[in-house]
Protein backbone atom coordinates (compact mmCIF):
# COMPACT_ATOMS: atom_id res chain seq x y z
CA UNK A 1 0.00 0.00 0.00
CA UNK A 2 2.81 2.31 0.88
CA UNK A 3 4.24 1.68 -2.55
CA UNK A 4 1.43 1.86 -3.79
CA UNK A 5 1.03 5.39 -2.91
CA UNK A 6 4.43 6.38 -3.35
CA UNK A 7 4.11 5.51 -6.99
CA UNK A 8 0.45 7.53 -6.90
CA UNK A 9 2.37 11.04 -5.18
CA UNK A 10 5.50 10.61 -7.70
CA UNK A 11 2.94 10.16 -10.93
CA UNK A 12 1.57 13.35 -9.22
CA UNK A 13 4.09 15.24 -8.90
CA UNK A 14 5.82 14.32 -12.37
CA UNK A 15 2.44 14.84 -14.18
CA UNK A 16 2.21 18.75 -12.26
CA UNK A 17 5.71 19.43 -13.70
CA UNK A 18 5.15 18.38 -16.73
CA UNK A 19 2.58 20.77 -17.16
CA UNK A 20 4.30 23.70 -15.51
CA UNK A 21 7.12 22.84 -18.10
CA UNK A 22 5.09 22.54 -20.70
CA UNK A 23 3.36 26.08 -19.79
CA UNK A 24 6.24 27.68 -19.02
CA UNK A 25 7.52 26.36 -22.50
CA UNK A 26 4.69 27.54 -24.42
CA UNK A 27 5.48 31.27 -22.71
CA UNK A 28 8.92 31.15 -23.96
CA UNK A 29 7.52 30.14 -27.06
CA UNK A 30 5.10 32.52 -27.60
CA UNK A 31 7.36 34.94 -26.43
CA UNK A 32 9.77 34.56 -28.67
CA UNK A 33 7.15 34.22 -31.64
CA UNK A 34 6.16 38.12 -30.51
CA UNK A 35 9.31 38.79 -30.23
CA UNK A 36 10.22 37.22 -33.77
CA UNK A 37 7.08 38.50 -35.77
CA UNK A 38 7.32 42.00 -34.22
CA UNK A 39 11.30 42.23 -35.59
CA UNK A 40 11.00 44.07 -38.33
CA UNK A 41 12.79 42.00 -41.53
CA UNK A 42 15.75 43.24 -43.46
CA UNK A 43 14.65 46.15 -45.92
CA UNK A 44 11.90 47.20 -43.79
CA UNK A 45 11.16 50.89 -44.09
CA UNK A 46 10.78 53.25 -41.09
CA UNK A 47 6.88 54.08 -40.29
CA UNK A 48 6.52 57.62 -38.41
CA UNK A 49 4.23 56.97 -35.37
CA UNK A 50 3.89 59.96 -33.67
CA UNK A 51 4.80 63.90 -34.69
CA UNK A 52 8.40 64.78 -34.25
CA UNK A 53 9.42 67.61 -31.92
CA UNK A 54 13.01 67.33 -32.70
CA UNK A 55 15.90 68.75 -29.89
CA UNK A 56 18.87 69.39 -32.26
CA UNK A 57 22.63 70.06 -31.22
CA UNK A 58 22.65 69.26 -27.39
CA UNK A 59 25.97 70.52 -26.04
CA UNK A 60 25.94 69.50 -22.74
CA UNK A 61 28.47 66.82 -21.79
CA UNK A 62 26.99 63.46 -20.57
CA UNK A 63 28.10 63.94 -16.73
CA UNK A 64 25.90 63.16 -13.72
CA UNK A 65 23.96 65.85 -15.00
CA UNK A 66 23.04 64.17 -18.34
CA UNK A 67 19.77 61.94 -16.80
CA UNK A 68 18.40 65.71 -15.20
CA UNK A 69 19.01 67.19 -18.75
CA UNK A 70 17.50 64.70 -20.59
CA UNK A 71 14.35 64.84 -18.25
CA UNK A 72 13.95 68.50 -18.89
CA UNK A 73 14.45 67.83 -22.48
CA UNK A 74 11.22 65.75 -21.96
CA UNK A 75 9.43 68.04 -19.21
CA UNK A 76 9.67 71.10 -22.43
CA UNK A 77 7.41 68.35 -24.35
CA UNK A 78 9.92 67.25 -27.38
CA UNK A 79 9.36 63.74 -28.60
CA UNK A 80 12.98 63.57 -30.48
CA UNK A 81 16.06 63.86 -28.91
CA UNK A 82 19.17 64.14 -32.50
CA UNK A 83 22.72 62.81 -31.83
CA UNK A 84 25.23 63.29 -31.66
CA UNK A 85 25.13 63.44 -27.84
CA UNK A 86 28.73 63.51 -26.26
CA UNK A 87 30.77 62.66 -29.20
CA UNK A 88 29.82 59.65 -32.30
CA UNK A 89 31.51 56.86 -30.60
CA UNK A 90 29.20 53.27 -29.89
CA UNK A 91 29.30 54.20 -26.22
CA UNK A 92 27.92 57.27 -26.41
CA UNK A 93 25.53 56.39 -28.78
CA UNK A 94 23.96 53.67 -25.72
CA UNK A 95 24.23 56.52 -23.58
CA UNK A 96 21.77 58.28 -25.58
CA UNK A 97 19.18 55.62 -26.62
CA UNK A 98 19.07 54.74 -22.56
CA UNK A 99 18.82 58.16 -21.53
CA UNK A 100 15.77 58.40 -24.42
CA UNK A 101 14.41 55.31 -23.22
CA UNK A 102 14.18 56.40 -19.36
CA UNK A 103 12.41 59.22 -20.47
CA UNK A 104 9.98 58.63 -22.81
CA UNK A 105 11.60 59.82 -25.87
CA UNK A 106 12.61 58.60 -29.33
CA UNK A 107 16.63 59.02 -30.34
CA UNK A 108 17.77 59.75 -34.08
CA UNK A 109 21.10 58.60 -33.40
CA UNK A 110 24.56 60.08 -35.06
CA UNK A 111 27.62 57.03 -34.96
CA UNK A 112 30.95 57.04 -37.00
CA UNK A 113 30.94 52.92 -36.09
CA UNK A 114 30.67 50.65 -38.93
CA UNK A 115 26.54 50.33 -39.29
CA UNK A 116 26.69 46.35 -38.24
CA UNK A 117 28.24 48.20 -34.92
CA UNK A 118 25.30 50.87 -34.61
CA UNK A 119 23.20 50.68 -31.30
CA UNK A 120 19.98 49.48 -31.66
CA UNK A 121 17.17 49.62 -28.74
CA UNK A 122 13.37 50.96 -28.25
CA UNK A 123 13.86 54.47 -27.99
CA UNK A 124 15.82 53.68 -31.53
CA UNK A 125 13.77 55.54 -34.56
CA UNK A 126 16.93 55.73 -36.32
CA UNK A 127 20.43 57.07 -37.41
CA UNK A 128 21.83 60.70 -38.98
CA UNK A 129 23.79 59.88 -42.15
CA UNK A 130 24.01 63.78 -43.90
CA UNK A 131 23.47 67.16 -43.62
CA UNK A 132 22.60 69.45 -46.63
CA UNK A 133 24.54 66.71 -48.90
CA UNK A 134 25.73 67.95 -52.39
CA UNK A 135 23.26 66.56 -55.65
CA UNK A 136 27.12 64.76 -55.70
CA UNK A 137 26.55 62.44 -52.84
CA UNK A 138 23.11 61.59 -54.16
CA UNK A 139 24.51 58.14 -55.59
CA UNK A 140 26.82 56.87 -52.12
CA UNK A 141 23.65 58.05 -49.69
CA UNK A 142 21.34 55.65 -51.73
CA UNK A 143 23.82 53.13 -50.90
CA UNK A 144 24.17 54.03 -47.32
CA UNK A 145 20.17 54.07 -46.71
CA UNK A 146 20.43 50.68 -48.41
CA UNK A 147 23.13 49.35 -45.67
CA UNK A 148 21.09 50.72 -43.28
CA UNK A 149 17.80 49.09 -44.29
CA UNK A 150 19.55 45.58 -44.41
CA UNK A 151 21.28 45.80 -41.09
CA UNK A 152 18.71 48.00 -38.98
CA UNK A 153 15.61 47.36 -40.37
CA UNK A 154 12.86 49.79 -39.63
CA UNK A 155 15.21 52.42 -38.95
CA UNK A 156 15.09 55.82 -40.57
CA UNK A 157 17.97 57.34 -42.36
CA UNK A 158 17.94 60.57 -41.82
CA UNK A 159 18.92 62.96 -44.27
CA UNK A 160 18.57 66.48 -44.45
CA UNK A 161 18.96 68.62 -47.70
CA UNK A 162 19.75 72.31 -48.01
CA UNK A 163 16.77 75.56 -48.03
CA UNK A 164 16.00 76.88 -50.83
CA UNK A 165 17.93 79.55 -50.28
CA UNK A 166 21.10 77.38 -51.19
CA UNK A 167 23.50 78.28 -54.74
CA UNK A 168 23.51 75.92 -57.02
CA UNK A 169 27.69 75.31 -56.33
CA UNK A 170 26.21 74.17 -53.40
CA UNK A 171 23.64 72.30 -54.18
CA UNK A 172 25.13 70.87 -57.46
CA UNK A 173 22.58 71.63 -59.70
CA UNK A 174 20.67 74.95 -61.18
CA UNK A 175 17.73 74.96 -59.37
CA UNK A 176 15.72 74.16 -55.52
CA UNK A 177 12.74 72.00 -57.61
CA UNK A 178 15.96 70.10 -59.37
CA UNK A 179 18.11 69.67 -56.25
CA UNK A 180 14.67 67.74 -54.24
CA UNK A 181 13.78 66.12 -57.28
CA UNK A 182 17.21 64.55 -58.15
CA UNK A 183 17.28 63.41 -54.64
CA UNK A 184 14.28 61.50 -54.05
CA UNK A 185 14.51 59.97 -57.44
CA UNK A 186 18.24 58.91 -56.71
CA UNK A 187 17.64 58.03 -52.34
CA UNK A 188 14.29 56.51 -51.31
CA UNK A 189 14.32 58.41 -48.16
CA UNK A 190 11.34 57.49 -45.91
CA UNK A 191 11.57 60.88 -44.69
CA UNK A 192 12.12 64.72 -46.58
CA UNK A 193 13.62 67.22 -44.93
CA UNK A 194 15.16 70.69 -44.75
CA UNK A 195 16.55 73.33 -42.74
CA UNK A 196 15.03 77.09 -43.74
CA UNK A 197 15.36 80.02 -40.89
CA UNK A 198 14.08 82.79 -42.04
CA UNK A 199 14.49 86.22 -40.48
CA UNK A 200 12.38 88.67 -39.04
CA UNK A 201 13.71 92.42 -38.90
CA UNK A 202 11.11 95.21 -39.82
CA UNK A 203 13.78 95.89 -43.00
CA UNK A 204 13.63 92.07 -43.70
CA UNK A 205 10.92 90.25 -43.87
CA UNK A 206 11.83 86.63 -45.34
CA UNK A 207 8.77 84.90 -44.26
CA UNK A 208 7.54 84.20 -48.02
CA UNK A 209 10.52 81.85 -48.84
CA UNK A 210 9.47 79.98 -45.67
CA UNK A 211 6.53 79.35 -47.36
CA UNK A 212 7.84 79.03 -50.86
CA UNK A 213 10.07 76.26 -49.07
CA UNK A 214 7.87 74.63 -47.66
CA UNK A 215 5.50 74.65 -50.40
CA UNK A 216 8.60 72.92 -52.63
CA UNK A 217 8.17 70.14 -49.28
CA UNK A 218 4.64 69.63 -49.38
CA UNK A 219 4.49 69.32 -53.24
CA UNK A 220 7.36 66.40 -53.48
CA UNK A 221 6.14 64.52 -49.70
CA UNK A 222 2.61 64.22 -51.36
CA UNK A 223 4.10 63.10 -55.01
CA UNK A 224 6.34 60.46 -52.89
CA UNK A 225 3.48 59.64 -50.13
CA UNK A 226 5.78 59.92 -47.50
CA UNK A 227 6.32 62.83 -44.54
CA UNK A 228 8.31 65.91 -44.55
CA UNK A 229 10.03 67.52 -41.52
CA UNK A 230 12.00 70.74 -41.56
CA UNK A 231 14.33 72.53 -38.78
CA UNK A 232 13.50 76.01 -37.91
CA UNK A 233 15.18 78.85 -35.81
CA UNK A 234 14.97 79.86 -32.44
CA UNK A 235 18.37 81.28 -31.91
CA UNK A 236 20.27 84.60 -32.70
CA UNK A 237 23.06 83.15 -34.69
CA UNK A 238 24.12 84.75 -38.04
CA UNK A 239 22.06 87.54 -39.69
CA UNK A 240 18.99 86.28 -37.59
CA UNK A 241 17.68 87.80 -34.52
CA UNK A 242 16.59 86.02 -31.51
CA UNK A 243 13.41 85.07 -31.91
CA UNK A 244 10.84 86.08 -29.88
CA UNK A 245 7.62 83.07 -28.84
CA UNK A 246 5.10 84.53 -31.37
CA UNK A 247 8.23 83.94 -33.93
CA UNK A 248 8.76 80.40 -32.68
CA UNK A 249 4.99 80.19 -32.92
CA UNK A 250 4.79 81.49 -36.46
CA UNK A 251 7.76 79.04 -38.14
CA UNK A 252 5.82 75.84 -36.36
CA UNK A 253 2.09 76.64 -37.40
CA UNK A 254 3.29 77.42 -40.50
CA UNK A 255 4.94 74.22 -41.16
CA UNK A 256 2.16 72.28 -39.79
CA UNK A 257 -0.48 74.37 -41.82
CA UNK A 258 1.72 72.89 -44.78
CA UNK A 259 1.15 69.39 -44.12
CA UNK A 260 4.76 69.23 -41.66
CA UNK A 261 4.75 65.85 -39.90
CA UNK A 262 7.98 67.09 -38.11
CA UNK A 263 9.29 70.39 -36.89
CA UNK A 264 12.96 70.31 -35.47
CA UNK A 265 14.78 73.01 -33.20
CA UNK A 266 17.61 74.87 -34.25
CA UNK A 267 19.21 74.57 -31.44
CA UNK A 268 18.39 73.35 -28.13
CA UNK A 269 22.04 74.20 -26.96
CA UNK A 270 24.16 76.57 -27.83
CA UNK A 271 27.20 75.79 -30.02
CA UNK A 272 30.67 77.24 -29.13
CA UNK A 273 31.16 78.15 -32.69
CA UNK A 274 31.82 81.92 -34.38
CA UNK A 275 28.04 82.14 -35.54
CA UNK A 276 26.65 81.92 -32.07
CA UNK A 277 28.36 85.44 -30.47
CA UNK A 278 25.63 85.80 -28.41
CA UNK A 279 24.79 82.60 -27.23
CA UNK A 280 21.23 81.16 -25.71
CA UNK A 281 19.06 79.29 -27.46
CA UNK A 282 16.99 77.11 -25.35
CA UNK A 283 19.88 76.02 -22.86
CA UNK A 284 23.16 79.10 -22.61
CA UNK A 285 25.90 77.25 -22.52
CA UNK A 286 26.48 76.41 -18.99
CA UNK A 287 23.14 74.27 -19.17
CA UNK A 288 21.31 76.48 -17.92
CA UNK A 289 17.44 77.23 -19.14
CA UNK A 290 16.85 80.74 -21.30
CA UNK A 291 13.30 81.99 -21.93
CA UNK A 292 13.05 80.04 -25.08
CA UNK A 293 12.74 77.07 -23.06
CA UNK A 294 9.62 77.36 -20.97
CA UNK A 295 8.62 78.69 -24.55
CA UNK A 296 8.89 75.71 -26.34
CA UNK A 297 7.28 74.17 -23.37
CA UNK A 298 4.17 76.00 -24.34
CA UNK A 299 4.26 75.71 -27.98
CA UNK A 300 5.22 71.99 -27.52
CA UNK A 301 2.67 70.87 -24.96
CA UNK A 302 -0.26 72.46 -27.57
CA UNK A 303 1.43 70.80 -30.91
CA UNK A 304 1.93 67.40 -28.86
CA UNK A 305 -1.94 67.56 -27.95
CA UNK A 306 -2.91 67.71 -31.37
CA UNK A 307 -0.38 65.40 -32.71
CA UNK A 308 -2.29 62.45 -33.49
CA UNK A 309 -4.88 64.22 -35.17
CA UNK A 310 -2.09 65.75 -37.53
CA UNK A 311 -0.66 62.65 -38.15
CA UNK A 312 -3.72 61.71 -39.45
CA UNK A 313 -4.10 64.32 -42.28
CA UNK A 314 -3.27 64.74 -45.33
CA UNK A 315 -2.67 68.07 -46.73
CA UNK A 316 -5.30 68.90 -49.99
CA UNK A 317 -4.00 72.71 -50.25
CA UNK A 318 -3.18 75.84 -48.88
CA UNK A 319 -4.61 79.63 -48.95
CA UNK A 320 -2.57 82.80 -48.18
CA UNK A 321 -5.07 85.76 -47.60
CA UNK A 322 -2.80 88.57 -47.17
CA UNK A 323 -4.02 92.48 -46.21
CA UNK A 324 -5.34 93.71 -49.55
CA UNK A 325 -7.42 90.61 -50.52
CA UNK A 326 -10.99 90.00 -50.47
CA UNK A 327 -11.10 86.75 -48.29
CA UNK A 328 -14.09 85.56 -50.23
CA UNK A 329 -12.67 85.34 -53.65
CA UNK A 330 -9.16 84.23 -52.40
CA UNK A 331 -11.30 80.93 -50.26
CA UNK A 332 -12.93 79.73 -52.84
CA UNK A 333 -13.23 75.89 -53.02
CA UNK A 334 -12.12 76.08 -49.20
CA UNK A 335 -14.29 74.73 -45.89
CA UNK A 336 -13.52 78.29 -44.64
CA UNK A 337 -15.67 80.69 -46.29
CA UNK A 338 -15.39 84.09 -45.55
CA UNK A 339 -12.93 85.84 -42.80
CA UNK A 340 -14.41 89.05 -41.94
CA UNK A 341 -13.34 91.56 -39.22
CA UNK A 342 -14.50 94.54 -37.14
CA UNK A 343 -13.85 97.82 -38.02
CA UNK A 344 -11.36 98.40 -35.00
CA UNK A 345 -8.83 95.13 -36.18
CA UNK A 346 -6.10 95.07 -38.67
CA UNK A 347 -6.80 93.77 -42.09
CA UNK A 348 -6.95 90.07 -42.70
CA UNK A 349 -3.51 88.07 -42.91
CA UNK A 350 -4.19 84.78 -42.57
CA UNK A 351 -2.68 81.21 -43.65
CA UNK A 352 -4.72 78.64 -44.22
CA UNK A 353 -4.03 74.76 -44.76
CA UNK A 354 -7.13 72.10 -46.01
CA UNK A 355 -6.59 68.18 -45.03
CA UNK A 356 -8.38 65.18 -45.58
CA UNK A 357 -8.91 63.09 -42.27
CA UNK A 358 -7.97 59.18 -42.67
CA UNK A 359 -11.85 58.60 -41.38
CA UNK A 360 -12.76 60.86 -44.04
CA UNK A 361 -13.50 63.68 -42.56
CA UNK A 362 -11.78 67.20 -43.52
CA UNK A 363 -10.13 69.43 -41.88
CA UNK A 364 -8.86 73.14 -41.43
CA UNK A 365 -5.43 74.85 -40.18
CA UNK A 366 -6.41 78.65 -39.71
CA UNK A 367 -3.49 80.07 -38.86
CA UNK A 368 -2.39 84.07 -37.88
CA UNK A 369 -0.35 85.21 -40.58
CA UNK A 370 1.17 87.99 -38.04
CA UNK A 371 3.36 87.87 -35.25
CA UNK A 372 3.24 91.00 -34.03
CA UNK A 373 -0.52 91.37 -33.53
CA UNK A 374 -3.66 88.89 -32.44
CA UNK A 375 -6.03 88.35 -35.23
CA UNK A 376 -10.01 88.14 -34.02
CA UNK A 377 -12.06 87.06 -37.19
CA UNK A 378 -15.38 86.16 -37.89
CA UNK A 379 -15.14 83.03 -39.52
CA UNK A 380 -17.89 81.24 -42.02
CA UNK A 381 -17.54 77.85 -42.58
CA UNK A 382 -19.29 76.00 -45.85
CA UNK A 383 -21.24 74.00 -43.30
CA UNK A 384 -23.29 75.31 -40.20
CA UNK A 385 -21.26 76.11 -37.43
CA UNK A 386 -22.69 73.75 -34.83
CA UNK A 387 -21.12 70.42 -37.55
CA UNK A 388 -17.37 72.44 -37.23
CA UNK A 389 -15.60 70.27 -34.33
CA UNK A 390 -12.03 71.55 -32.94
CA UNK A 391 -9.14 69.94 -31.93
CA UNK A 392 -8.74 71.01 -28.09
CA UNK A 393 -4.82 71.99 -27.67
CA UNK A 394 -4.61 71.94 -24.01
CA UNK A 395 -5.94 68.09 -24.07
CA UNK A 396 -6.00 66.74 -27.89
CA UNK A 397 -9.60 66.25 -27.61
CA UNK A 398 -12.42 66.93 -30.27
CA UNK A 399 -14.41 69.56 -29.09
CA UNK A 400 -17.56 72.15 -30.28
CA UNK A 401 -16.05 74.95 -31.66
CA UNK A 402 -16.05 77.61 -29.10
CA UNK A 403 -17.26 81.49 -30.00
CA UNK A 404 -14.37 83.44 -28.18
CA UNK A 405 -17.26 86.42 -28.40
CA UNK A 406 -20.81 85.40 -28.26
CA UNK A 407 -22.07 88.36 -27.62
CA UNK A 408 -20.89 89.35 -31.77
CA UNK A 409 -22.67 88.36 -34.80
CA UNK A 410 -21.22 85.78 -36.42
CA UNK A 411 -18.34 82.93 -34.87
CA UNK A 412 -15.45 84.85 -33.38
CA UNK A 413 -12.16 83.02 -33.47
CA UNK A 414 -9.08 84.47 -31.21
CA UNK A 415 -6.03 83.62 -32.73
CA UNK A 416 -2.39 84.89 -30.55
CA UNK A 417 0.40 86.03 -32.55
CA UNK A 418 2.09 83.69 -35.01
CA UNK A 419 -0.68 80.83 -33.83
CA UNK A 420 -2.76 78.74 -35.05
CA UNK A 421 -6.26 76.55 -34.34
CA UNK A 422 -7.24 73.16 -36.37
CA UNK A 423 -11.07 72.89 -37.15
CA UNK A 424 -12.58 68.91 -37.87
CA UNK A 425 -15.51 69.36 -40.71
CA UNK A 426 -17.54 66.61 -41.96
CA UNK A 427 -16.93 65.06 -45.31
CA UNK A 428 -18.37 67.19 -48.24
Avoid at 137 to 161: H, Q, S, T, W, Y
Amino acid sequence: MDVFLGQKCELKYNTVMSRRFLCAFLVLFLNGLSTWAAAPKAGARFVQDRFCIGAFWLTFPMDKDADQRFAEIAEANFTVVYGPVDGFSVEAVKRHLALCEKHGLKAIAHCRAPVDQWPDGPACWGYRLWDEPPAKMFGDLAKRLAEVRKLRPGRLGDINLYPDYAKPHQMGVETYDEYVSLFLATVDVDVLCMDHYPIFKPQQDSRHRYCRNLETMRKFSLKKGIPFWNYFNTAPFGPHTDPTEAQIRWQIYTSIAYGAKGVNYFTYGTPKTFEFPKGSSILRRDGTRTRHWHQAKRINGAIKNIGSTLMKLTNTGMYRVEPKDDPAKVLKGCPITNLKRAAVDPLPDYLIGTFNHADGRRAVMLNNYRFAYTAWPTVEFDVPTDQVREVDQKTGRVVPIYDDSPNMEGLQVSLDAGAGRLFLLPRK
